[in-house]
């Protein structure tokens, strides 16, 4: 793949050189692989440094991975199997191997001139200033939820939140189902909560930060953000052939931890009629109780529309008994696909996701409807703007025991594939498809922040001005 540049120029710029350092989960290293990918694009000579158990799933060319140690080697966190654990070690071996790292490059021509750290791992800020080279941070989640806890972290919003809707500068209310699980229930993840606040500890030493966002889609949550931090919007990180097509055969992330069956998935909707399948799929983590499971899988049978279920193998024993061969005329169940593909393809008429971040900019960056289902974290307030904000989909009503009834389901899903408002849900996405492409493309809001960001680091590196400016 020969990557283009902007200024048409195909020799890196011998003095600037990024290394990369994601979070060890999927939805963390598509994002900022996909950065690197830009970067390099803009002749940045780019290094993506992972935990050994990650570094053998990234397959994106031109990009040169180094591992780092997260303490957990062989099988990382399911290793640790424990998020405490787990985190408390890649703080110590992750600070000790990127330092390493860092000191191997600076013995070469190339030495390191910035770390772009995932904001989960703020300990990679500290080695930046360390070795006196600068520290850029990137948030994998909205500016929406940014601004939530960065509110928490300065001690700007009490938790537990009892005076609802909380209202926030640049946000809609948010109501009891709109806030992350974090907030509505703080004592049942202690550690995540924990890790969500850590990212904003020493965040004012960082140098740029960075959101997967762009200004069309989340501009005015973005003015209550600046009153906290500098935040630039660089997104959305989707892979170029899905927006500008400036990055030459850039059609997927380039980093799976599992292996996608597209060839499966993709037949199977070549025999399928135009926007007529729902796509359903809950992302790498979510883990639906058996009861949600079986008002979906019901729900599916009974709305009588194709369908298309990725579900992991861990998953499967919660489906109803007989559930595939009841189905087989309709709908397919698959371990893994190749989400961008299924997206683009025409037979996709509506999405039905957990609203994680990468899967909602996924969906609008592709123009496809969404039934919002979330289950945890950040995808409660995501849900809120695709549903309420943004007008591209409908989240169906929990019923007392936070179950969405296969009757609403099936409601929502009619909403969205057929009849005058999913006119009106299609047309609103396609807006944001083409306000997704403008942003990324030339001269467009979040290229102009990469190049920003290309342009000072060649400069301070030819002033030889290193460390906090």
């Known amino acids: 793949m020969v990557l283009q540049s902007h200024n048409n120029n195909n020799n890196m710029n011998n003095n600037v050189h990024v290394l990369v350092i994601p979070y060890p989960a999927q939805g963390h290293i598509s994002p900022l692989i996909q950065f690197a990918k830009r970067l390099l694009s803009k002749n940045i000579k780019t290094t993506f440094a992972t935990t050994h158990y990650t570094v053998q799933s990234?397959?994106?060319?031109n990009i040169t991975v180094e591992?780092?140690?997260?303490?957990?080697?062989q099988s990382g966190f399911s290793q640790a199997n424990n998020v405490d654990l787990f985190?408390?070690?890649?703080?110590?071996?992750?600070?000790?191997?990127?330092?390493?790292l860092v000191q191997k490059h600076q013995k070469t021509s190339t030495p390191?001139?910035?770390i772009v750290y995932d904001s989960f791992l703020p300990w990679a800020l500290d080695v930046a200033k360390k070795h006196g080279i600068y520290g850029a941070a990137f948030f994998t989640n909205s500016a929406a939820v940014c601004n939530i806890f960065c509110r928490i972290h300065h001690g700007l919003i009490e938790v537990p939140v009892d005076d609802l809707p909380l209202i926030l500068p640049g946000l809609p209310p948010l109501n009891c189902r709109d806030l992350p699980s974090f907030i509505r229930f703080p004592e049942s993840y202690p550690a995540y909560m924990a890790m969500k606040l850590s990212q904003f500890s020493n965040l004012n030493l960082a140098d740029w930060m960075f959101v997967n966002t762009f200004q069309a889609l989340e501009g005015e949550v973005v003015k209550g953000l600046t009153e906290l931090f500098p935040a630039k919007l660089i997104g959305p990180m989707v892979p170029s052939a899905y927006l500008d097509g400036r990055i030459k055969g850039d059609k997927g992330y380039g980093a799976s931890l599992w292996k996608p069956l597209s060839e499966d998935c993709i037949n199977w909707l070549e025999t399928k009629?135009?926007?007529s399948v729902a796509y359903v799929s809950f992302g790498s983590m979510v883990s639906l109780t058996s009861e949600q499971m079986e008002e979906i899988a019901f729900g599916l049978k009974q709305s009588e529309v194709n369908f298309l279920w990725v579900l992991r193998?861990?998953?499967?024993?919660?489906?109803?008994?007989?559930?595939?061969?009841?189905?087989?005329?309709?709908?397919?169940?698959?371990?893994?696909?190749?989400?961008l593909e299924l997206l683009a393809h025409d037979g996709v008429g509506c999405f039905v996701t957990h609203c994680g971040w990468n899967s909602t900019l996924e969906s609008l960056s592709l123009g496809v409807p969404v039934v919002c289902l979330p289950q945890w974290a950040d995808q409660l307030p995501d849900a809120k703007f695709l549903e309420e904000i943004w007008e591209v989909g409908v989240r169906p009503k929990e019923d007392e025991n936070g179950v969405v009834k296969r009757g609403e389901f099936v409601e929502s899903?009619?909403?969205?594939?057929?009849?005058?408002?999913s006119e009106v849900i299609r047309r609103n996405v396609m807006e944001w498809k083409k306000l997704a492409?403008?942003?990324?493309?030339?001269?467009g809001s979040s290229d102009k922040n990469i190049n920003d960001f290309v342009d000072q680091l060649m400069k301070k590196e030819k002033h030889g001005n290193l460390g906090s400016y």
Request: proline fraction near 4%.
């Open 112 to 114: 390191i001139t910035c």
């Open 67 to 73: 591992p780092i140690s997260d303490g957990f080697d």
């Open 437 to 443: 492409r403008d942003a990324v493309s030339e001269g």
């Open 58 to 61: 990234i397959t994106a060319p």
């Open 313 to 339: 193998e861990s998953e499967q024993g919660k489906l109803p008994k007989g559930f595939k061969e009841l189905i087989k005329e309709k709908g397919i169940i698959v371990t893994w696909c190749n989400q």
């Open 273 to 275: 009629s135009s926007k």
């Open 413 to 421: 899903l009619k909403v969205v594939m057929e009849g005058e408002k």
């Open 87 to 100: 985190l408390t070690s890649f703080k110590s071996n992750g600070s000790k191997t990127l330092s390493n």
